[in-house]
């Protein structure tokens, strides 16, 4: 297989808001790969060509199709990878085209210049996907956008160490990278400000919360005062005593706690109207409103409510009726403590308690049945030193093969890397 006439070539790409992200790294080629294929289909360098040309048109979708045939003709190609991740990208796709610049990225058949526009454009995608998280979870875009900057500065990494072997000129797109850190910058600064602004504001709720409990605790504790008194003021009564000072006192302390409550109401209102504004601004899916915030609310209007039948009672002297409207109310008023103040269960979504039984059910059927009767008589499975051994061993290898993948993989992703044996300098031994 012959691979001749390749051509790169670059596209300018802005970024709505802050400022331009520039260089957006495409990779156009025209490639005379001379494969074996049956009479009457299409080379790999036929359907590249076709690719190409419908790239440049904006077909994006049909440009895919076709580079998604010649990748399968050529599987290996890291030019067809980076084409395929030209075109995710420009459908908005970054996920996807993350994968294909990887794959570039990581390819020994990739050229030095190809690998450093892979590496440039895992740092558009990155900084995309950033972008599109702002409006729905600030710590992953916060994430995304120092990922863009880590990717960035491979871009002027590798490019410095291709300077220092060839002493030539440097990757052009040097300043593109230098400029992207910066707007990259500039994103995390926003972002840093509104986490502050919203740990300002959870600070700011939560005070209000507990300013918000200690007034309804205020309320419990009224109520269950005037109850009280309601009930001596009836037990005077019914040994003829004059007790229409008493009934007055009392009436007054109703109607005081009465306002309290619906000040408590209003309070709960308003928490409420402003969850409800914040839903409808939400560009993502709103937040369901609290339940227990709504189920407090209820009782407290409850509450509220028998607060004025109280007052009515009162108004005739009806202490016996008067002091059962009253218990009711405080019942309800500690009702509404117990739903602000009780975590809530959280809730399975519908059939993930349903399925989460049949895969127990399923694992409870594929284990031996030596393990299940072990079990029932309450007795471990033991290991022979020899078995436990070899058990070791085989851990032990596990955790260097691993160890071997990883340090792999770290030199793949950062090319500026450089093997050097570590050289350790004498020192004296003062100990």
């Not at 419990?220 to 309601?230: F, P």
């Not at 006192?249 to 009465?258: L, M, R």
Request: charged share 40%; glycine share 6%.
């Amino acid at each position: 297989m012959r691979v001749s006439g390749l051509a790169i070539w670059r596209q300018q790409s802005n970024v709505v808001g802050l400022a331009v992200v520039s260089s957006v790294c495409v990779c156009a080629f025209l490639c005379d790969w001379n494969v074996g294929r049956a009479d009457g289909a299409e080379s790999p360098s036929e359907l590249v060509a076709k690719g190409n040309r419908l790239y440049a048109a904006r077909k994006y979708a049909k440009a895919d199709l076709l580079y998604r045939d010649a990748k399968k003709a050529l599987p290996e190609s890291a030019e067809i990878s980076f084409n395929l991740g030209n075109v995710a990208y420009r459908k908005g796709d970054y996920d996807a085209a993350e994968g294909s610049f990887l794959e570039v990225a990581e390819s020994a058949n990739a050229g030095n210049e190809l690998r450093k526009k892979a590496l440039y454009n895992l740092g558009n995608c990155a900084f995309r996907i950033g972008e599109k998280l702002i409006d729905s979870d600030l710590q992953k875009a916060l994430d995304s956008f120092k990922l863009s900057i880590l990717r960035y500065h491979d871009v002027l990494a590798k490019e410095e160490f291709d300077r220092s072997r060839s002493r030539g000129k440097g990757f052009e797109g040097d300043k593109d990278a230098k400029y992207n850190i910066e707007v990259a910058r500039l994103r995390i600064k926003d972002i840093l400000d509104k986490l502050k602004q919203q740990e300002e504001k959870k600070k700011e709720q939560k005070k209000k919360q507990e300013e918000f409990i200690k007034k309804l605790k205020e309320a419990i504790e009224k109520e269950g005062e005037i109850a009280k008194d309601t009930g001596d003021t009836q037990e005077r009564k019914q040994q003829r005593e004059d007790v229409s000072q008493s009934v007055d006192d009392v009436t007054k302390k109703q109607a005081e706690n009465k306002g309290r409550t619906n000040e408590l109401v209003q309070e709960l209102q308003k928490q409420i109207d402003a969850a409800k504004a914040q839903a409808g601004q939400s560009k993502s899916s709103p937040p369901p409103l609290d339940g227990k915030v709504l189920s407090a609310q209820s009782s407290l209007k409850e509450a509220e409510i028998e607060q004025g039948t109280a007052l009515q009672h009162l108004d005739r002297e009806d202490l016996p009726e008067a002091k059962g409207s009253e218990e009711a109310a405080l019942r309800n008023l500690q009702d509404a403590l117990a739903k602000l103040t009780k975590p809530q269960p959280r809730q399975q979504q519908p059939g993930k308690q349903q399925n989460d039984q049949a895969k127990k059910k399923q694992q409870e059927q594929k284990r031996p049945e030596a393990d299940k009767k072990q079990e029932k008589k309450g007795e471990k499975k033991k290991m022979t030193p020899q078995e436990a051994q070899e058990e070791l061993a085989k851990l032990r290898k596990e955790a260097s093969e691993k160890r071997k993948r990883n340090l792999q993989q770290v030199l793949r992703q950062r090319p500026d890397y450089r093997y050097r044996k570590r050289e350790y300098e004498p020192v004296d031994r003062d100990w």
